[in-house]
């Protein structure tokens, strides 16, 4: 029977301890961490060295010198690589040449051609599959990938643990065997209560016609992309099964994911440079770090703490791959992206190190072969493709220590009955709506959590002297602040790194609202309105027609409604459908000015 492929996430430190350590596999060609070249290299090395011993003068010193450099680069390890794989990296640290063919001519949009100067010369996104459901397919020079994205459901009220051992199964099938299956999840920092402000979670796909079976090398392009959209529907249903809501990326999805993910703005005119220690592309920098020993506590309670890291953003990504043995390897990498300020990246890299240590994990810098790191930390399903092999991959397991936590991101609203945050859902790749039963001063208390999380917020309509006290408590962030007249015209789209909260100040928000844009409408406390199209409602103190009115949009049972009627004064209630969540605010000492405590 296959196994769960998520669940309800328990306790910190749930898991078992058996199950947070999956096994370490041998690399290929190693005995003991010893390569046969390796083992072949002494004897001539021992000769050579006592020969020139034995000889005076410059040859015998050149006999010393060559044994000596060879039983150095291979006798000496640190950073888990011996001396000769450190020197092999130094002299392969350059990006490796793109051949002529690969290489398109010219790109169809900014975003693509900034993705293609950065990182892939010979990237492509085309469309493929039938008229009516056409999926993105993304093309790096050998391979095929498509990409799903996972969000928890609507009616989601917590965060859901993701096993990707359970994806095992998607590998073979129907005489094709995919080489590789990829569970990764991009949070944005910036989140108040150390939680990620956004969070992008994806599956990626990857099949290489060299690996994927018997004569698959004769197949044509068509099949594989078959093959591609038939196991990405069979991921989606299993998805679906969890609890979880997911879509196949059509090309513009895929392209933006690309972007999003590797943080790259094509307005940046900065070119991308492989650092020793990190790889930068225009404002940011991304460093590189493998899991070589799992975390005891478990891979989901390592990826809380990536939350509170001084960094912009975090990303964790585990792939599948067959194994040689015939089982199925995991490899699992973090980056961490931060700024390009002087020292930034080092002391994330430094406290990253000391996260996983309190949690008995171990992380290896991939240091020289960074820009790798980030190809293999895209939705592209890649292995790191090396030309030196020193890392090794863990047997895939489907225990709760190897979970991935599949939060949502979002603006903290407060925490609920049982102590556990409750998220807004704000600040995703798809546009939200959410209506706020409730006066202007609690909107005043979401704009300016949201302007200190990093948010840009506009504000339509409305006594925008009103709003002078959110201004003044935001400090420095009021920058971002926007007020506009409702017939202004509102951002076409926010960015994962810029996402746009816009508030209908006594008229309704800005329509409609664009990718990492939500939009906040003020009802009232005794209104209704049209509750329909909206994602989520936040209620304080609602008349008795607005908790009818809720009941019938969001399908609320009884007890449920007998909540909303029975609020107390100072909390507030997040509904979605099907559920109800009762929420204290928790307000700091500036919200509490802003709502007149």
Do not use: N
Request: glycine share 12%.
């Amino acid at each position: 029977m296959a196994a769960p492929l998520a669940h309800r996430t328990g306790p910190p430190g749930a898991a078992r301890a058996a199950d947070a350590a999956p096994r370490p596999l041998p690399v290929r060609g190693t005995l003991l961490g010893l390569r046969a070249v390796q083992i072949a290299a002494w004897p001539p090395a021992v000769l050579a060295v006592a020969h020139g011993l034995d000889r005076p003068g410059a040859a015998g010193a050149a006999l010393v010198a060559t044994g000596g450099a060879v039983l150095a680069a291979t006798l000496t390890r640190a950073g888990h690589r011996w001396g000769y794989q450190w020197l092999a990296t130094a002299l392969l640290r350059r990006r490796r040449p793109v051949r002529a063919a690969l290489a398109p001519d010219a790109a169809p949009d900014p975003g693509l051609a900034a993705l293609r100067a950065t990182l892939l010369p010979e990237l492509r996104i085309p469309h493929a599959g039938p008229a009516r459901s056409k999926i993105g397919v993304i093309e790096d020079g050998g391979a095929w990938t498509v990409v799903i994205s996972v969000a928890r459901g609507a009616d989601g009220t917590g965060p859901a643990d993701l096993l990707p051992g359970a994806l095992a199964s998607v590998l073979h099938g129907d005489e094709i065997t995919l080489s590789a299956v990829q569970v990764l999840v991009h949070a944005v920092h910036g989140g108040l209560g150390g939680r990620p402000r956004s969070e992008l979670a994806r599956i990626a796909l990857r099949v290489d016609p060299r690996t994927a079976g018997p004569g698959s090398e004769a197949l044509r392009v068509p099949s594989f992309q078959r093959t591609l959209r038939l196991r990405a529907r069979r991921v989606v249903e299993m998805l679906a099964a969890a609890g979880l809501e997911a879509r196949i990326m059509d090309a513009g999805q895929a392209r933006a994911a690309l972007l999003a993910d590797a943080a790259v703005d094509p307005s940046a005119g900065r070119p991308a440079h492989q650092g020793w220690r990190y790889w930068s592309a225009g404002r940011h920098r991304h460093t590189v770090l493998w899991v070589r020993t799992w975390p005891r506590t478990g891979l989901s309670a390592l990826q809380d703490g990536l939350a509170g890291l001084p960094a912009h953003g975090t990303v964790l990504s585990v792939t599948l791959a067959p194994a040689p043995d015939g089982t199925v390897a995991a490899t699992a990498l973090i980056r961490v992206i931060t700024s390009a300020g002087r020292g930034r990246a080092e002391a994330a890299r430094r406290a990253a190190r000391r996260l996983a240590r309190s949690h008995g994990a171990r992380l290896v810098p991939l240091t020289g072969e960074h820009h790798r790191g980030v190809l293999a930390t895209l939705p592209l399903a890649r292995a790191i493709d090396g030309r030196v092999t020193w890392r090794h991959a863990h047997r895939a397991g489907t225990g709760p220590a190897t979970a991935v936590r599949v939060v949502g991101g979002g603006l903290p609203l407060g925490r609920d009955g049982t102590g556990a945050p409750v998220l807004l859902p704000a600040f995703r790749e798809t546009p939200t709506r959410i209506a706020l039963l409730a006066d202007a001063r609690l909107a005043g208390v979401l704009v300016l959590r949201a302007l200190r999380s990093g948010a840009a917020v506009g504000i339509a309509g409305g006594d925008q002297a009103a709003w002078a006290g959110v201004a003044r408590a935001a400090g420095s962030a009021a920058a971002r602040l926007r007020m506009a007249s409702p017939d202004d015209p509102a951002p076409v789209e926010g960015t994962c790194s810029l996402p746009w909260l816009l508030v209908g100040g006594g008229a309704p928000a800005h329509e409609p609202p664009g990718a990492w844009c939500t939009s906040v409408e003020i009802l009232g406390e005794g209104g209704a309105g049209p509750l329909g199209a909206h994602d989520a409602t936040v209620v304080h103190r609602p008349a008795a027609a607005a908790v009818d009115a809720l009941c019938r949009t969001f399908r609320l049972p009884r007890r449920m409604a007998d909540d909303l009627r029975m609020l107390p004064p100072q909390a507030v209630a997040l509904v979605r459908r099907g559920t109800v969540r009762v929420v204290d605010l928790s307000p700091t000492e500036d919200e509490r000015r802003l709502l007149g405590h």
